[in-house]
Every structure is written in structure tokens, then in C-alpha cells.
């Protein structure tokens, strides 16, 4: 019987603070929002989306639907999220 491939799945690989660190560095590194958005969704989902959705203040189908590919949360949300997930955004000169 032939083996088959078990579907990728980022949030399995964000197991650590410093995985998921190094993670939305990278991310927010490349500039790119809709990947920004993305990322989240990863990280919110290896934390527990239910969990993260109470710690932001969101409901659970709220942050399903900021977190989905091709949405354009608002910036609030953006932040709430990140604090709920316990992660900090910090600023550094580009050079």
C-alpha cells in the first residue's frame, strides 16, 4: 500500500514562544500583510483558536473570520490578538 503524504501544517511546527517568535519575525520581516494575517491564523491555532478568541475579547467565529485568507482585519483586531497570543510587535530600524 503506498504511503501517503500528511498535509502540512504550520501550527503543528509553532510548539515553543520561541518558535512562534522567530515565526512572526520572519513574517512581519517580509512585509507582506496578507501573510502577516495568515501567521496569526497558524499561531492562533497552535495556542488553541477557542482560548485566543476569550483573551481578545472576540468571539470564536469573529476571530475565525479576521484570521481567514483574503480578510482585511482592522488594526485593533490585528493588535487584540497579538496580545492575546502573548507576543509583542516591537519596531527596529530597517537598516
Not at 512581519?28 to 483558536?49: F, N
Not at 469573529?62 to 519596531?91: C, I, M, N, Q
Amino acid at each position: 500500500m503506498p504511503d501517503t503524504l500528511h498535509a502540512f501544517d504550520m501550527s503543528e511546527m509553532l510548539d515553543s514562544d520561541e518558535a512562534i517568535a522567530e515565526y512572526l519575525s520572519q513574517v512581519m520581516a517580509d512585509g507582506d500583510a496578507d501573510e502577516l494575517v495568515a501567521a496569526l491564523g497558524h499561531i492562533a491555532r497552535a495556542r488553541g483558536m477557542a482560548q485566543i478568541a476569550r483573551d481578545a475579547g472576540l468571539g470564536r467565529e469573529s476571530l475565525y473570520k479576521a484570521l481567514a485568507p483574503g480578510a482585511k482585519p482592522r488594526f485593533d483586531t490585528v493588535l487584540r490578538v497579538v496580545r492575546a497570543l502573548g507576543v509583542r510587535l516591537e519596531a527596529r530600524p530597517a537598516g
